[in-house]
C-alpha cells in the first residue's frame, strides 16, 4: 500500500496553501518514487491527528503530522524507493537543525502578519483560496479558524493594528453593548479618531504606517536566512521548509506585498533559491501524484465536519468541546499507533469525563437563567412626573394634580 500525504490544498501557483505542506509534498517528492504515496487535499478536520500535513503509513498503520516528524518517520521507515539525496557532514546536519528550528518558531509568525494578520491580504488573497479548496460549507468555519491560530502565533510581534477587522468587530460589539443597555450610543474614540485624520497621514494603510516596524520585523528573519551562502550544503528537510515558507512570503498576489517587496529588494538571493528551487522541484508540466479523498468528500461527512467546526465556535462550551474532541482523536491515534497504556486511557477517559460534567453544568446553569416562558425579560416604564423634588409646597401641588388625598 502506498504513503498518504493529506496537506492543504494548492494556491497562489503552488502545490498548497500551507508552509509546512508545501515543505512535506517538496520532500517527499524529491526522497520517494511517485509510485509510492498519494496526495490527499483535505483540511485538519478530516484527519485523526486534526493536524496538516499528515502523513498515513499503512505499513505501520500510524498517523505522523507536522513536517519534522514526517521526516523523522520517512527516514526511520523509509519506503522500498527512498532516498534523500542530501548528505550533509555532522556540522552542516547540525546546521541544517539549527536553522529549521528558526524558521518554525520565526518564519512562522511573519509569514503570518502577510497572509493572516492583515485583514486587506487575507480577505482579498488568503481567504479566497481557501474557499476555493473547500467544499462547501467548510470555508465558513475552516479558514476563520485558521486565521484565528495565525493570529495568535503572531500576536507577540505587536502589529495588531494591520487586523483591521479585529478592530472594526470589537467597535460594533461595544456599540451592540451600550444600546442593549439603554445608553445613548456616541462615535468611538476610534472612529473620531480616523474622521480628525486628514492629509497623506489618513490616507495611508496601517502596513504603510507601519512599514518601518514591519521592515525590522522582516530583517530579524531575512538577514539570518541570507547568511546561507551554498543551499545545497543543508539537508534536504531544510531546504525544503525554507522554500515552503519564502515562496509563500514572495509569490502570492496580495494588495498590501510588504514583505514580497521588502525580500526583491533587500534579498535578491533568497528570491533565486525560491525561483530555482521551484523551477527543480516543480516546474510547469510536472504532475503530482493527486488522489481523491471519496470518503472524507462525502456530504454527509463533510457536513459533519462543518457541525464540529460550528460548534467549536460557540462561546465557551466550545472550548471545551474542541479539547474533547482533540483528546478523542489523539487516544484513536495512539490506539492505531500500539501505544494505548493503562495510564494514558485512564487519563484520556478523566479528561473525558470531566469535560461532559462541566459541559453539563454549564447547560444546566445557562437554563436556570432562562426567564420563565412568556415572562418579559426587561420591563421599562416611564416614571410619573411630580413636583416632589420643590419641597412641601410641590408636595402639596402635586397631590392637587395627581388628585391624591
Given at each position: ?38 496526495l ?19 505499513s ?44 518554525t ?6 509569514l ?12 482579498a ?13 467548510l ?18 510581534l ?15 460589539e ?21 474622521q ?44 525544503c ?11 502570492p498576489d ?15 538571493e ?22 481523491e ?42 490506539a ?14 478523566l ?55
Amino acid at each position: 500500500m502506498v504513503l498518504q500525504l493529506h496537506v492543504w490544498g494548492p494556491a497562489f501557483g503552488l502545490p498548497s496553501i500551507d508552509a509546512e505542506c508545501l515543505a512535506a509534498i517538496a520532500y517527499l517528492h524529491e526522497s520517494t518514487s511517485p509510485t509510492e504515496y498519494q496526495l490527499i487535499q483535505t483540511s485538519p478536520s478530516a484527519v485523526p491527528t486534526q493536524h496538516l500535513p499528515a502523513l498515513h503509513d499503512p505499513s505501520t498503520s500510524t498517523w505522523t503530522s507536522g513536517f519534522s516528524r514526517i521526516a523523522t518517520h520517512l527516514q526511520t521507515h523509509p519506503p522500498p524507493s527512498f532516498s534523500d539525496p542530501s548528505r550533509p557532514s555532522p556540522l552542516e546536519q547540525a546546521d541544517s537543525t539549527a536553522y529549521t528550528a528558526f524558521l518554525t518558531q520565526h518564519a512562522a509568525p511573519l509569514l503570518s502578519l502577510s497572509l493572516y494578520v492583515s485583514s486587506a491580504n487575507y480577505a482579498a488573497a488568503t481567504r479566497p483560496a481557501y474557499s476555493a479548496i473547500l467544499p462547501f460549507p467548510l470555508p465558513w468555519t475552516e479558514p476563520p479558524a485558521v486565521r484565528a491560530v495565525m493570529v495568535r502565533r503572531a500576536e507577540h510581534l505587536g502589529m495588531s493594528s494591520l487586523d483591521t477587522d479585529a478592530r472594526a468587530e470589537k467597535e460594533r460589539e461595544a456599540e451592540e453593548r451600550a444600546a442593549a443597555e439603554g445608553w445613548v450610543t456616541v462615535p468611538s474614540a476610534l472612529k473620531l479618531g480616523r474622521q480628525k485624520e486628514k492629509g497623506v497621514g489618513g490616507m495611508l494603510s496601517p502596513e504603510q504606517k507601519a512599514r518601518i516596524r514591519l521592515e525590522g520585523l522582516a530583517a530579524d528573519v531575512l538577514d539570518v536566512l541570507g547568511e546561507v551562502e551554498d543551499w545545497s550544503t543543508l539537508s534536504l528537510a531544510a531546504r525544503c521548509l525554507a522554500f515552503g515558507y519564502l515562496a509563500l512570503m514572495m509569490l502570492p498576489d496580495v494588495p498590501r506585498p510588504w514583505l514580497r517587496e521588502v525580500m526583491r529588494r533587500r534579498y535578491p538571493e533568497l528570491c533565486d533559491f525560491v525561483n530555482g528551487f521551484r523551477r527543480e522541484v516543480f516546474p510547469k508540466g510536472r504532475t503530482l501524484p493527486w488522489a481523491e479523498d471519496k470518503a472524507g468528500m462525502a456530504a454527509a461527512v463533510v457536513v459533519t465536519r462543518f457541525a464540529r467546526g460550528a460548534l467549536c465556535e460557540v462561546p465557551w462550551i466550545g472550548e471545551y468541546w474542541s479539547q474533547w474532541w482533540t483528546a478523542k482523536k489523539r487516544r484513536q491515534v495512539l490506539a492505531a499507533r500500539g501505544m494505548k497504556n493503562g495510564s494514558s486511557s485512564g487519563m484520556l477517559l478523566l479528561l473525558e469525563a470531566g469535560l461532559g460534567m462541566a459541559l453539563v453544568g454549564a447547560g444546566a446553569f445557562f437554563y436556570r437563567g432562562l426567564p420563565p416562558f412568556g415572562e418579559a425579560v426587561q420591563v421599562w416604564r416611564r416614571p410619573l412626573g411630580t413636583l416632589s423634588g420643590l419641597g412641601a409646597a410641590g408636595a402639596i401641588f402635586s397631590g392637587a394634580l395627581y388628585g391624591l388625598d
